[in-house]
């Protein structure tokens, strides 16, 4: 019974420092990855917000909408069909990160192959920004379109 009254608490106890490390700002240029959204990602994603505005990109939808993707949990959202690499990523329930979504965007199936230590891993998103300040500006945008509340 110590044992888990033990595991108990130090799980409540790291709770809030998870939470923590979830909430550290950006730290691209939301308006550079504005223009770098508008360039790279467009053609294939879009931002839609809750009330059904659009916030950035056109009605593409080859890639799941990413409001709210700088704090949601990788392949989760809605109706989308992610590929099996992604939701397997998603099933360790850590939101997403700037170093997380950097990673991926830069190198999709190399991120998620180091990620699951599965060299079978794929992804099927074929675009890679090159440029990793890019693909931290991209991130700081998109968090700008939806804040953690």
């Excluded at 490390?21 to 950006?26: I, Q």
């Excluded at 053609?43 to 990109?57: F, K, P, Q, R, S």
């Excluded at 979504?101 to 794929?122: H, I, K, N, S």
Aim: glycine share 8%; with cysteine.
């Amino acid at each position: 019974m110590k044992t888990l009254t033990l595991a108990a608490a130090l799980a409540l106890l790291s709770a809030p420092a998870f939470a923590e490390s979830h909430m550290v700002a950006p730290t691209g240029d939301a308006a550079a990855g504005e223009a770098q959204f508008a360039r790279q990602c467009v053609a294939c994603h879009v931002v839609v917000n809750d009330a059904g505005e659009t916030l950035a990109g056109r009605n593409a939808h080859v890639g799941p909408n990413l409001y709210k993707v700088a704090h949601r949990v990788p392949g989760t959202y809605p109706d989308f069909d992610y590929g099996d690499s992604l939701i397997a990523v998603g099933e360790r329930g850590e939101p997403w990160n700037e170093e997380m979504f950097v990673g991926y965007v830069q190198d999709p199936t190399g991120w998620l192959r180091a990620t699951l230590e599965d060299r079978r891993a794929r992804g099927k998103m074929a675009f890679q920004v090159r440029d990793e300040q890019q693909a931290r500006d991209i991130y700081a945008y998109l968090d700008s379109l939806a804040p953690m509340e």
